[in-house]
């Protein structure tokens, strides 16, 4: 960590250096550490850590973004005078209002925790060892890192966050079938290596001698994590106001309307202490609590600065880093929680599938939200309120706003998850019942 002082002193100086009408920094430092395990050993164990300035100047109506992973003097002089050559060469920008000014804060704990190589082998030691007892390969990583990100301008803006992250994952490898288990935890004393362990093996023995089942549509139960990597798409792709505007994506023109289930609230939280929070955006601006989906109506949009000029709405504080030509993006996702255990969800399925996580997931239509991909490490058939075996995976196409008018229960535990990045945000995510989800075909695993 380099510590808020030292990086107010760079972006001072940064400041000091531009001659443009307006400028911006971001800065980025990163200490991170991975372990790799695979064939239940510890094959990789490497630590690193990375800086990064990013230069934003404004030249009348002109812009320029350049950057570099140098703080000397030498490096700093030279990324201002990039990005004040690339403004001079752009053409003006009616649409661009100015950089965010300064605005109050709210104030989020930091909280910093340095995992140490040790604990990450203690960690991955524990799952090779319970994988070895049940002769199950044992294959994953560990990673853990420590973040700081600051954004200041030229109107006197000046925004820092530290903070900490560990996330286990591991993939166990049985002769027929295979298991999925994770925890995403700010230290990495808080991950119970045994229960991210034990539940995979319990689905690589669950899943032997897996059938194939017909493709089609059916009842499924989405675990977190499957739900977690559909939301992921729904947050790229849907409430982002650029998009919206454009008529490009499947809400435009439906702000207000009823467009999934009255049981769907969807927010973005970035301020949640149950999350990972994250006081402001990639422009310095304040993060807020944000209802996106309220009981099936779509009630906000997403903005950063520039579209919130450009459309005459209010910042709701989601800019990413510039030059960003996807536009606005929720970086906390929540769906508001249910009332039943997953268990009591599955009770309640009379013919459907369990399915733990989704892989290759990729956009088949944006203006209908439709995505493709398919289930692994874990998918299993229910009957009757039953798990009664593992089955082939599947794979689907899948329209993401049908599926939200679909959900028929919504657990009552949500598990966080990271949202792209570690350090660009943390989702929270229940199990889903959703019915109707169409499998398209079958494979031979």
Known sequence: M????????????VLGLSKASETEILLFVTDRGLTRFANSQIHQNVAWEDLGISVRVVIGKKIGVASTNSFSDTALRDVVKRAENLAVWQKEDPHFKGLPKVKKLPKVVHLI???????????????????RQKKITASGALDSAVSE???ANSHGLWAYHASSASDLSTILLGRDSTGFGAQLARRVDEINATDVGIKAIEKVERGKKPIMVKPGKWDVILEPQAVNE???FFAWLGPNARIYHEQASHFSGQLGQKVAGEN?????????????PMPFDFEGHPKTRLAI?????LTNLVYDSYHAGKHEAKNTGHALPAPNTGGPMPLHLKIEPGKLTMEEMIKKVKKGLLVTRFWYVRVLNPKTLAITGMTRDGTFLIRNG???????????NQSIPEALKNVAEISRDAVPLSSF??????????????KNWNFTSGTEF
């Open 2 to 13: 380099m510590g808020e002082k030292k990086l107010q002193l760079i972006s001072q100086k």
């Open 386 to 396: 039953k798990i009664v075996g593992g089955v082939k995976n599947l794979r689907f």
């Open 293 to 297: 989906i309220k009981n099936g109506t």
């Open 264 to 276: 769907i609230t969807i927010v973005d939280d970035p301020l949640d202490e149950a999350g990972f």
């Open 113 to 131: 925790h340095e995992a140490t190589p040790a604990k990450r082998a203690e960690a991955v030691a524990t799952i090779i060892k319970l994988a």
């Open 421 to 434: 990045e570690l350090e660009l945000g943390t989702n929270q995510m229940p199990a889903l019942h959703i």
């Open 149 to 151: 990100v600051a954004v």
């Open 230 to 232: 559909m939301m992921a």
